[in-house]
């Protein structure tokens, strides 16, 4: 356990928002080069995104050997490459209090082709060097990152990796890392190994899956031996990356295969709660869009988790660890929604509802809150699953897979808008969005930024750098800009703190009459006070991702200036974990830009708290107006609030001895009107096997035995 006070990172302030935007709504604008592909984003500080890849041979090169990292500036659109030296493909990854991140596991080290790495563990079967790639196993890493403002490549801003120094007591690969409300980090599940699912066929050893399977937690900073949990065990074979939310009362949410349940991790006790709904997976690889809807003051703040999308492919579909048993591509994914409150206020039991259904079938969708309080979809295809292959059961031969390694087809272009505050039967909407041209399947990912746009970028359902077949190796980012870019007015809020507290006294915040056209008092009642947390995105889910409002009431000025008084967060850090955030003022549902914060004290340990802030009451003045250029949003949303109504409702340093589509739902990217040269139709990648159905190969880790009966532990 962490004892020592963690330094707090140099917060800077967003810059001003401009007054006038340039941007077209619902459009997709070049986003630059992101030199290696984009499994997994975070976002640093207001300036820097992070991109982590899994080992393979991209062009861009770092230190005589392909990246696996880059730093992209959110102003120039440009990339650097970081280095990183282990092998992050499919790791976990979280914020900690100070607003450093940590990235956890990985895979072993890997060589071109996705070939174990030439120095191999004793017995074989897995990497621990390749002299080619020059990359380490990585299925233990604990890595580091301090993100740095301007120059991002000093070494005070490079990832920390040495698994001699910081480690995980297990392999893991395929977890899921989760904030508790003292900052630290549940690190749970995973595989030792890769593949499709986490079991073998028939399932004869649920827990260990003859040492494949890592059925245990563990906690960054350490509490002490890794533990079994049970409902690991009880969902073998579809828990990778298991959906995973802190509750209020400090227990978490889970949901793998199509059970859930409440855990409690000071005692290891599970709650049983109703399975999923017509059997609909929405853990890798089905991969359904996952995300905590806004906690606001009208819900008192209490956390409704939202899955749609995903596979109800037959248990017996889903394969193996080697590859599916039908082709996947050809199967649906599911187009319905349902949401679940764990922990109702009004302590009913908690049981699954059935939601609106997305416009589309999607698998690989991905959720992100926007500041305007509505959930936008992204990414993802019609049909199949995540994951890669050679070949499934039935198209034993790689020459005979339609659509390369990709177990996917049909890339949804459009996004779509969920309005949680609209009545039900009108919750969903893509007018005005258009499409995008690139596919974006396995290995995408997508990322709030602090002016309100979403950064999208990767897909890469390959082994190895594939850029010639029909979904090829993918480093061309793109930026989304939402229906509220409409607006030709955005607020220019003043006097944003740069810590918020959990309770204790209130702040103020001041919104120029410049900063919005139209009566002062409904300017006034529209406005919402947004805590953003990106998330560390990967596999189409966003790690940590929260969005929350904070209560205000308001003054009217003379001048027609709006004084937002504020409260700090509520009095319980398990509902808006220590962290970093960004601060977005919403007047008349246009977001300004958001402001980097800190919520919390910056350290890992129980969090100091106060009572609920005691805001003033409103204070309106009539015939008082904005002098902002006039122009409403073409947003399908609606302000946060009725008329007149309040709202009222370095850690390196201590662990390491200081280291320094239009309306037609169905839109989806048509690969026929692609001109691509795919020779990975007709021929076999070097060490692939052209047919049967040996467990042999695994595209994730080739030549891995699976079958062992041992529980070893390497």
């Known amino acids: 356990m962490l004892n020592r006070q963690l330094s707090l990172l140099a917060l800077g302030l967003a810059a001003a928002t401009p007054a006038v935007l340039s941007q077209k709504p619902g459009s997709f604008e070049d986003g630059g080069d992101t030199l290696v592909s984009a499994m997994m984003l975070l976002l640093g500080n207001d300036e820097k995104v992070y991109i982590l890849d899994k080992s393979e041979g991209n062009p861009a090169q770092i230190n005589g050997h392909p990246a696996m990292g880059a730093v992209y500036d959110i102003a120039t659109r440009k990339a650097q490459v970081m280095d990183v030296t282990s092998n992050v493909f499919c790791a976990s990854g979280m914020h900690l209090p100070n607003g450093s991140f940590i990235t956890l596991g990985g895979n072993g080290a890997i060589g071109p082709g996705g070939n174990i790495g030439s120095v191999q563990a004793e017995g074989g079967g897995s990497g621990l060097f390749d002299e080619t790639y020059q990359d380490y196993d990585g299925t233990r890493a604990i890595r580091i990152l301090n993100p740095c403002t301007g120059d991002a490549t000093g070494p005070a801003c490079e990832w920390f990796d040495d698994a001699n120094v910081l480690a995980m007591q297990k392999h893991r690969w395929y977890s899921t890392a989760e904030p508790l409300g003292d900052g630290s980090i ?14 073998n066929y028939p399932n004869l050893d649920p827990a260990y899956e003859g040492g494949a399977a890592e059925p245990t937690f563990e906690f960054f900073p350490s509490r002490g031996e890794a533990q079994v949990m049970q409902f690991i065990v009880d969902t073998s074979g579809l828990n990778a990356y298991p959906h995973t939310y802190t509750l209020p009362s400090g227990k978490l949410f889970l949901q793998a295969n199509i059970s859930s349940m409440i855990w409690d991790p000071d005692t290891n006790s599970e709650n049983r709660l109703p399975n999923m709904p017509e ?39 889903w394969g193996n660890y080697s590859w599916p048993y039908i082709n996947t591509w050809e199967y649906p994914a599911s187009a319905k929604c349902h949401r679940i409150t764990p922990e109702p206020s009004d302590n009913s039991s908690a049981d699954y509802e059935e939601d609106d259904p997305m416009l589309e079938t999607r698998t690989m969708g991905q959720f992100i809150a926007l500041p305007d309080g509505t959930m936008m979809v992204v ?19 790689y020459s005979d897979m339609p659509y390369g390694m990709s177990l996917a087809s049909g890339p949804v ?10 009545p039900k039967g009108q919750r969903w909407s893509n007018t005005g969005l258009d499409a995008s041209e690139i596919p974006r399947l396995y290995h995408s990912s997508a990322l709030l930024l602090p002016d309100a746009s979403v950064l999208i970028a990767g897909s890469n359902p390959n082994v190895d750098v594939n850029t010639s077949t029909i979904f090829p190796t993918t480093y061309k980012a793109e930026i989304f800009y939402p229906s509220y870019f409409s607006a ?10 740069k810590t918020i507290s959990y309770g204790g006294d209130k702040f103020d915040i001041t919104v120029p009459a410049a900063s919005y056209s139209g009566a002062a008092n409904d300017a006034a009642d529209s406005a919402a006070v947004m805590l953003m947390r990106p998330g560390f995105t990967t596999h189409a889910m966003n790690m940590g991702q929260r969005s929350m409002q904070l209560n205000n009431t308001y003054t009217v000025n ?3 200036s709006l004084t937002l008084h504020v409260a700090q967060a509520p ?14 003022v919403t007047i008349n549902g246009i977001p300004s830009n958001g402001t980097y914060v800190i919520v919390g004290n910056g350290q890992i340990g129980k969090q100091p708290t106060a009572a609920a802030s005691t805001l ?19 947003s399908n949303t609606t302000s946060n609030n009725s008329s007149g109504a309040s709202h009222t409702g370095p850690i390196i340093g201590a662990v390491v001895g200081a280291i320094a589509l239009q309306d037609n739902p169905s839109m989806a990217w048509n690969a026929s009107s692609l001109s691509v040269n795919s020779p990975y139709l007709d021929q076999t990648p070097a060490g692939a096997r052209s047919g049967g159905q040996s467990v042999e190969f695994d595209p994730y880790y080739q030549n891995t035995p699976r079958m062992s009966t041992a529980h070893g532990q390497r």
Do not use: H
């Open 379 to 397: 990414n993802g295809g019609l049909n199949g699953t995540a994951g890669y292959s050679t070949q499934t059961l039935i198209t034993t031969s």
């Open 186 to 199: 549940a690190i749970i599940g995973g595989f030792t190994n890769g593949g499709y699912v986490n079991r």
């Open 279 to 317: 059997n609909i997976v929405r853990v890798y690889p089905a991969s359904g869009a996952v995300a905590m809807l806004p906690l606001t003051p009208a819900n008192n703040w209490t956390p409704t988790i939202l899955f749609c999308g995903g596979s109800d492919m037959p248990d017996y579909a």
């Open 488 to 497: 030709k007015t955005r607020p220019t809020p003043q006097g944003v703190p």
């Open 571 to 584: 009095p319980n850090s398990n509902i808006f974990q220590p962290g970093p955030a960004l601060l977005f």
């Open 616 to 634: 003033p009451a409103n204070v309106r003045l009539d015939s008082v107006k904005g002098t902002g250029e006039g122009g409403s949003s073409t």
């Open 413 to 422: 272009g459009t996004p779509g808008i969920y309005d949680p505050r609209k």
């Open 558 to 560: 003379s001048d027609g």
